[in-house]
């Protein structure tokens, strides 16, 4: 089983709040990801990470933001979260060319 | 530019019989690909891969796929499919002769696959 954490895995709040997803992964691996699912639909990459003070946006457009500030550490804020915000998020870390691995996921709903 | 085709939203087979989860791809140079699959409410879990080698990989719980460069496809396979099988399938792929090492994944929009009794 993969060494990749979530939390929270379900959050329900306001619109307007901010909201930090937390993501952890302790194989020492440079490269994170953030990926945004909507139910039974194709994931979306919204940012990515290869090390530390490294943070790129993805292919869909996310009004989040992310920081790696350590290694085994990768987290997504919304300042102002948004009904159209309500998703599932996923983080997920890799080495250079193998396989990614998955958190169990963060299923977010904005009120 | 990669991308990644699962042409069947939804495979329905009965326990007992033989599975086949589709995908094609395409990129720019020697793919390396991806098969995960996904429970309800679960992250994805990998299942298996194909960097180089021979062409049929076999992976978790009894999976397989096998990979043909001229149909550019990577199909996953299972003799006898179980109703435990039942969960979202997604195929991925990698184009490491691209540029940098991005590391980076693009995932098929993904099949549902429901295994009766």
């Known amino acids: 089983e993969a060494d990749i954490y979530q939390t929270p895995r379900y959050l329900v709040i306001g619109t307007g709040k901010k909201i930090t997803l937390e993501c952890s992964q302790t194989m020492g691996h440079d490269k994170m990801y953030w990926y945004q699912q909507d139910p039974g639909m194709e994931l979306h990459l919204i940012h990515y990470?290869?090390?530390?003070?490294?943070?790129e946006k993805g292919d869909l457009s996310s009004e989040s933001t992310v920081s790696r500030i350590r290694t085994e550490h990768f987290p997504l804020t919304l300042e102002s979260a948004r009904p159209s915000h309500t998703s599932q998020y996923l983080c997920?870390?890799?080495?250079?060319?193998?396989?990614?691995?998955f958190g169990e996921g963060s299923r977010l709903t904005v009120l | 530019a990669q991308s990644v085709a699962q042409p069947e939203d939804q495979v329905n087979v009965a326990e007992g019989n033989p599975l086949t989860v589709k995908c094609t791809y395409s990129?720019?140079?020697?793919?390396?690909l991806f098969w995960y699959v996904q429970y309800p409410n679960r992250g994805l879990q990998f299942l298996l891969k194909?960097?180089?080698?021979?062409?049929l990989v076999k992976g978790s719980y009894g999976f397989e796929a096998e990979f043909n460069k001229s149909q550019t496809s990577f199909h996953l396979k299972k003799p006898s499919a179980l109703v435990s099988d039942s969960a979202l399938y997604f195929c991925?792929?990698?184009?490491?002769?691209?540029?940098?090492?991005?590391?980076?994944?693009?995932f098929g929009r993904g099949t549902q696959l429901t295994v009766w009794p």
């Open positions: 990129v720019s140079g020697n793919p390396y």
């Open positions: 991925a792929v990698r184009d490491p002769d691209r540029g940098s090492t991005l590391g980076r994944l693009y």
């Open positions: 194909y960097i180089t080698g021979d062409n």
């Open positions: 990470s290869y090390g530390v003070n490294s943070t």
């Open positions: 997920a870390s890799s080495e250079s060319f193998g396989e990614l691995f």
